[in-house]
């Protein structure tokens, strides 16, 4: 769900597949039930914390820190609170909170969820820039180069196979 607000606000057009009857199940049991969305601590002190490889997270963590996160669920409209050990949780202390504040922000950018649709398998295809319908350029000599190519993704649900550039 994150990474379809996410996608969405940079502007592309998403479509989320859930395979269960409703978005973010697992969330509803963290945190026993109240979900620990966040840790409050000093940006510079968070990734002390991570226990395994945290040199990974480096560069995810300087684009969205946890600051970053408690900022966008407030301003999906989720109230926020900090306890003992400066653990995040939502006001209410209802995970539910949390998944109501992504499913609301995914509405006001469109995203369409298709829920009960597990997805099969995701086949790439490469389209070349003429059946693009984009002009060969004739300089070049060569009708198509591969880093010219952009891929084309067909997921194939239980239901369908759906196509889309
Ligand atoms: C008991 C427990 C407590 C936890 N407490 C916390 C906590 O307090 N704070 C915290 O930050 N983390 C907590 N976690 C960890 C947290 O739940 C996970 O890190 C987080 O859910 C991972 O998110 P995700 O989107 O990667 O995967 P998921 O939450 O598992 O979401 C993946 C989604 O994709 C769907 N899906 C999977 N395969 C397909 C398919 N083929 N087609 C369509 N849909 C598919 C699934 O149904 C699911 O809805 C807890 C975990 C557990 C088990």
Known sequence: MAAAVFSAEKGCSVRLFEKNEKLGKKIYITGKGRCNFTNGCPPEDFLSHI??????????????SNRDAAAFFERAGMRIKEERGARMFPASDHASDVTRA????MRELGVEVNLNTGVKKILYEEIRPEDRGEPIDKKKKRRFRRKDAQPAFCWKTERSSVAAR
């Open 51 to 64: 226990v395994t490889n945290p040199r990974f997270l480096y560069s995810s963590f300087g684009k969205f």
């Open 102 to 105: 992504l499913e609301r922000r």
